[in-house]
């Protein structure tokens, strides 16, 4: 019955059906049917659930040996196999459950090794393959259903590299478009000098000292020539006069 079992067994598993919380609900019924089909034995659900409790011990203790220096496994006596007494010995002191293993013949260990290799994992929410068979149907339906109304996942935040780069990107952007703006822009009203000379000649009485102080601000200062051509002839020389 064991092996009829097991072969079920394997073949769910390999088929996706040995879910993290435990055995989805139709690899029972199989097992079930199988069984009767193969043993002509009735069984159900809760004899399941005990064969696969002691799969799981099996596993549990013989995996931990074979994973020690000195212990291999005998394929043709379905047992574990010890490089010496001493070995064994010195193993059992720490390992006290592992002692009734020592000529104990478990058959169809590459089938329960294969269903339990990936099932016992360590940390504090581990779950062992006889707890994970324990797991009502109704858990069972309500993780299938969970998993199919996934939420959505987070965005990622970008990297602190990514968001530097991205604000280089439209710090550059800003800039050249800023460089076009300016770029449009005329260029500033330069009245050449000439125009000014001329211009200071024709203010009655505007010769000498006074004609090279005002020529000089009014060169230097676009507004201030601007400001001067706004007056009229006979003011522009007392303001001109005036300024600093």
Same mark, same amino acid.
Request: aromatic share 6%.
């Given at each position: 019955?064991?092996?009829?079992?097991?072969?079920?067994?394997?073949?769910?598993?390999?088929?996706?059906?040995?879910?993290?919380?435990?055995?989805?609900?139709?690899?029972?019924?199989?097992?079930?049917?199988?069984?009767?089909?193969?043993?002509?034995?009735?069984?159900?659900?809760?004899?399941?659930?005990?064969?696969?409790?002691?799969?799981?011990?099996?596993?549990?203790?013989?995996?931990?040996?074979?994973?020690?220096?000195?212990?291999?496994?005998?394929?043709?006596?379905?047992?574990? @196999?010890?490089? @010496?007494?001493?070995?064994?010995?010195?193993?059992?002191?720490?390992?006290?459950?592992?002692?009734?293993?020592?000529?104990?013949?478990?058959?169809?260990?590459?089938?329960?090794?294969?269903?339990?290799?990936?099932?016992?994992?360590?940390?504090?929410?581990?779950?062992?393959?006889?707890?994970?068979?324990?797991?009502?149907?109704?858990?069972?339906?309500?993780?299938?259903?969970?998993?199919?109304?996934?939420?959505?996942?987070?965005?990622?935040?970008?990297?602190?590299?990514?968001?530097?780069?991205?604000?280089?990107?439209?710090?550059?952007?800003?800039?050249?478009?800023?460089?076009?703006?300016?770029?449009?822009?005329?260029?500033?009203?330069?009245?050449?000098?000439?125009?000014?000379?001329?211009?200071?000649?024709?203010?009655?009485?505007?010769?000498?000292?006074?004609?090279?102080?005002?020529?000089?601000?009014?060169?230097?200062?676009?507004?201030?020539?601007?400001?001067?051509?706004?007056?009229?002839?006979?003011?522009?020389?007392?303001?001109?006069?005036?300024?600093?």
């Amino acid at each position: 019955m064991n092996f009829a079992l097991l072969a079920t067994l394997v073949e769910h598993h390999n088929r996706g059906d040995h879910a993290q919380n435990g055995w989805k609900p139709h690899v029972y019924n199989a097992c079930i049917r199988h069984v009767k089909e193969t043993c002509d034995v009735v069984i159900n659900k809760d004899k399941i659930v005990a064969r696969i409790k002691t799969f799981d011990k099996h596993y549990d203790i013989i995996s931990k040996m074979l994973a020690q220096s000195g212990f291999g496994w005998d394929w043709d006596n379905n047992m574990v @196999s010890v490089e @010496s007494d001493e070995v064994w010995a010195r193993y059992v002191e720490a390992n006290k459950d592992a002692a009734p293993y020592r000529n104990k013949e478990v058959k169809n260990w590459q089938a329960i090794s294969t269903i339990y290799s990936k099932d016992h994992a360590t940390g504090a929410g581990a779950r062992t393959g006889g707890e994970c068979a324990q797991v009502g149907s109704s858990s069972v339906a309500q993780v299938e259903e969970d998993d199919e109304e996934t939420p959505e996942a987070p965005k990622k935040r970008p990297r602190t590299a990514d968001a530097i780069m991205s604000m280089v990107g439209e710090l550059r952007c800003t800039f050249e478009d800023a460089l076009k703006t300016t770029v449009a822009l005329p260029p500033p009203k330069v009245t050449p000098p000439s125009e000014i000379l001329a211009e200071l000649k024709k203010i009655p009485t505007m010769e000498g000292t006074d004609l090279l102080v005002a020529y000089g601000k009014l060169t230097a200062n676009e507004r201030t020539f601007e400001s001067l051509m706004a007056l009229p002839m006979e003011m522009r020389k007392p303001w001109l006069l005036t300024l600093p």
